[in-house]
């Protein structure tokens, strides 16, 4: 099964509108994060949001924030005010509990800023 | 400046032959890590290591080999075992111990084509 959906494998917005990325996981650890990065067509991968399953509020930094609905076991990525630097393609990441802290990644998905 | 480095940044090799990339980082983290990722996928865990001298397979280790002699270095060997090696390589380090909110900084990626 997988442990990382993303659904949408291409998104299209309007340069300064928000966009929602959808992310939903399974795990039937009690302890994990969940992380998203985004991969520009330079191929890096850059960390943008972290999200801890004990964590009590949403993450945010700066126009990233993350909402995270548990019983849901979603965390969607929103970027606010999208700008054309945006374009780009985003994953979802999960690390379970435990001492090996790998991450487990979803497929991606593919956002397009429209001017 | 602190990060990883991966060279070199496009390789092409014969088949049947065996091939080194290389990564590097400076960030004195403990853990290190090795992701394939095919066109339009997300990235797929091959090795990972937590400490010198340690490593332990991924998802997808058949066909790969690495060494952790150094702290630093984390060197993966393409085998010529290995059936379908096209594909984009990142590196990744992190620290191991403290939050589980360490994030995974990732390296500038290999593309490696086998002709």
């Known amino acids: 099964a997988q442990k990382i959906t993303q659904t949408q494998p291409g998104m299209f917005v309007q340069e300064k509108e928000a966009v929602t990325l959808d992310c939903t996981y399974d795990?039937?650890?009690?302890?994990?994060?969940l992380f998203w990065y985004k991969q520009p067509s330079s191929g890096e991968m850059i960390f943008l949001i972290y999200q801890g399953s004990y964590d009590q509020q949403n993450a945010t930094e700066g126009r990233y924030s993350l909402n995270f609905q548990k019983a849901r076991k979603s965390a969607n990525l929103v970027i606010s005010a999208s700008q054309l630097g945006d374009s780009a393609m985003y994953f979802c990441?999960?690390?379970?509990?435990?001492?090996?802290?790998?991450?487990?990644f979803g497929s991606g998905t593919q956002l397009t800023v429209l001017p | 400046d602190g990060g990883i480095t991966q060279s070199p940044k496009y390789l092409f090799r014969k088949e049947g032959q065996n091939v080194t990339l290389s990564c590097e980082q400076n960030?004195?983290?403990?853990?290190m890590y090795w992701y394939r990722q095919d066109p339009g996928q997300g990235l797929r865990l091959i090795y990972y290591?937590?400490?010198?001298?340690?490593?332990q397979k991924g998802d997808i280790a058949e066909g790969y080999s690495v060494s952790r002699e150094k702290k630093e270095s984390f060197p993966l060997t393409v085998t010529s075992a290995q059936k379908n090696p096209t594909a984009f390589y990142l590196c990744a380090s992190s620290i191991v111990a403290g939050l589980a909110s360490n994030e995974q900084f990732f390296g500038p990626g290999t593309r490696l084509t086998v002709l």
């Open positions: 290591s937590q400490i010198v001298n340690d490593f």
């Open positions: 795990t039937s650890d009690p302890s994990y994060g």
């Open positions: 990441a999960m690390r379970e509990g435990g001492s090996a802290r790998q991450l487990t």
């Open positions: 960030l004195n983290h403990d853990a």
